[in-house]
């Protein structure tokens, strides 16, 4: 009985303990008397479990906001290909199509491709059909037809289609009246017979014309001055003779993105390849297209290779020449640059295959790889060029077509293939749902900007007092003046549509931390004012991202 009563006693203190020993024991206890208590030591490992639950939780989540962008980025290179590579017709490809797919190749992997010595191609190496695609064939129409001539241009907002820019000019040796319509997601663009119309049609009339879901009733005319200068300047934005692509060296074994960015030494080899596209400059001092290299400072390295084709001038990206950084694996002052270019040139040393998706680009939609065809007897001894290309399924194809077999034996023949195909590519990747998207959005925003600017400088024209306090409309300054002005506002949206992150639909990571907030932090398209000086329209990445600009998506960044 005592013994009961003895243990009815210590219940209490036997709770107190359990509920007290995650913080401190029983003072008139030792700890270890407190440790050696079944309760306690119970208590104990509950609080252990879950403090330790607590901080792996939270070191998961950590590493999930902040974990290596690297081993997000890396391609992992197909099982089997790190023992055996594929290999068809005897002969390794080019270019091998990422696991998940997602990318065309030309020519197709199943296609053999016969590279012996004697292989001559059959067709596709006719410089007269080396033709070079319109970024947009009717941009300098209003330049061309109505510039000249006398013409109104008159604006209108439609419930359904947004805003409206007409321009209406009559040519009256040929009777006829010559109309463009600027609506956001196009241009329209026609001539009709002033027969047609019993009287002179209505500015209404003829955008219906042109557009039977037209739904506005009444255009009002415009009477500023300079409305020719902005509506130029409108039409060409997306008119470019500026491009910038980049170079990348995959030497033998080279299989992830990290050892293809990180090759510094240039052998002779490709020295040969580089002069075959363009020449050597230095950097320094250099006042042509610098395609968003620092040409003041020397921060993006010493020397460029550069060119000119058919009135194009060309910047390229060598990755041996950029900026190596010790102990940066991802190489961003390299990547910064590449990987805010739509097009890549890819010359390897060796017979590694390049894997389509190898670099991890928000902008890189398309790369052409190139190989020496070495000879049979003597290594040294070359055999031409053998040509792949490889671009993102939803860009369409372009040309010039490649020849059957693929190979190129005459230098100049090579140069005037790759620069007219890169050219292409780049315009071809432009119609690839996440630039359209981008470029659509920029339209809509130019569109809107000189609607505004034409009404309001129309109004101050006509002495408007409720327009007086507009701040672009005090006086008739110089149409690029005035922080309200249109030519500004275009050239401010231009670097930032840039592959703005936010309209790509990709969200940025800062400090382990994912925004939505547009990026601009990596547009390095500042050249996009140097692509087009006069209408500047700017054209990314995932580490970078790029300006969708002059190259009209052109990328420069900002």
């Not at 007219?420 to 959005?441: D, G, H, P, W």
Request: glycine fraction near 6%.
């Amino acid at each position: 009985m005592d013994d009961e009563k003895r243990n009815i006693k210590l219940l209490p203190r036997k709770i107190s303990v359990t509920l007290e020993t995650c913080r401190r024991p029983e003072p008139d206890l030792s700890t270890r008397d407190v440790l050696a208590l079944p309760a306690a030591r119970d208590a104990k490992h509950f609080c252990s479990v879950s403090s330790n639950q607590r901080v792996t939780e939270l070191f998961e989540i950590i590493e999930k906001l902040q974990g290596s962008r690297i081993d997000e980025q890396r391609c992992v290179f197909p099982p089997p290909l790190k023992t055996q590579l594929l290999k068809i017709g005897g002969e390794v490809p080019l270019v091998l199509p990422p696991k998940l797919g997602g990318y065309w190749l030309d020519p197709p992997l199943d296609k053999l491709v016969d590279i012996s010595p004697c292989t001559s191609p059959q067709h596709g190496l006719d410089p007269a059909c080396y033709d070079i695609l319109e970024r947009d064939s009717d941009a300098k129409i209003y330049r061309e037809f109505f510039g000249s001539l006398y013409h109104h241009t008159f604006i209108a907002v439609d419930a359904s289609l947004g805003p409206l820019v007409l321009s209406v000019c009559l040519e009256g040796e040929a009777q006829r009246i010559r109309v463009i319509l600027r609506m956001m997601e196009c241009s329209l663009h026609g001539v009709f017979s002033l027969s047609l119309f019993p009287n002179v049609p209505s500015a209404v009339e003829l955008a219906k014309r042109l557009c039977e879901n037209v739904t506005v009733t009444r255009f009002e005319a415009v009477s500023y001055l300079k409305a020719p200068e902005l509506v130029i300047a409108f039409d060409e934005h997306r008119v470019t003779s500026n491009f910038k692509f980049g170079i990348l060296l995959q030497k033998e074994g080279q299989f992830t993105e990290e050892d293809i960015l990180s090759n510094t030494e240039e052998t002779q080899e490709f020295q040969e390849f580089l002069s075959i596209l363009g020449e050597t400059v230095q950097l320094l001092g250099f006042t042509g297209f610098r395609g968003g290299l620092d040409v003041s400072h020397g921060q993006t390295g010493d020397d460029a290779v550069v060119t000119s084709f058919q009135g194009r001038h060309i910047m390229f990206h060598v990755a041996t020449k950029l900026p190596f950084t010790e102990g940066d694996p991802q190489q961003l002052q390299r990547k910064r640059h590449i990987g805010n270019d739509i097009v890549a040139l890819v010359y390897q040393e060796g017979k590694t295959p390049f894997i389509s998706d190898i670099i991890s680009s928000h902008f890189l939609h398309c790369f052409l790889v190139v190989r020496k065809i070495r000879g049979e007897q003597d290594q040294r001894a070359s055999g031409g060029y053998q040509v792949c290309v490889t671009a993102r399924d939803d860009v369409p194809p372009f040309g010039p077509v490649l020849p059957d077999p693929p190979i190129f034996t005459d230098s100049s023949l090579l140069r005037q293939f790759l620069l007219t195909k890169l050219i292409n590519a780049e315009i071809s990747c432009y119609k690839a749902e996440r630039f359209s998207r981008l470029e659509l959005r920029t339209r809509s925003s130019l569109l809107e900007g000189l609607q505004n600017e034409l009404s309001a400088r129309s109004q101050c024209m006509l002495g408007d007092p409720s327009s007086t306090t507009l701040p672009s409309c005090d006086g008739l300054r110089g149409v690029s003046e005035g922080s309200g002005g249109f030519i500004e506002n275009f050239k401010r949206a231009i670097r930032v549509r840039s592959h703005s992150f936010d309209t790509l639909g990709v969200p940025k990571k800062i400090g382990g931390i994912v925004s939505h907030r547009p990026k601009t932090a990596y547009a390095e398209k500042d050249d996009e004012s140097e692509k087009n000086p006069d209408s500047t329209i700017p054209a990314v990445e995932n580490s970078e991202s790029a300006d969708l600009g002059n190259q009209q998506c052109s990328h420069e960044e900002s």
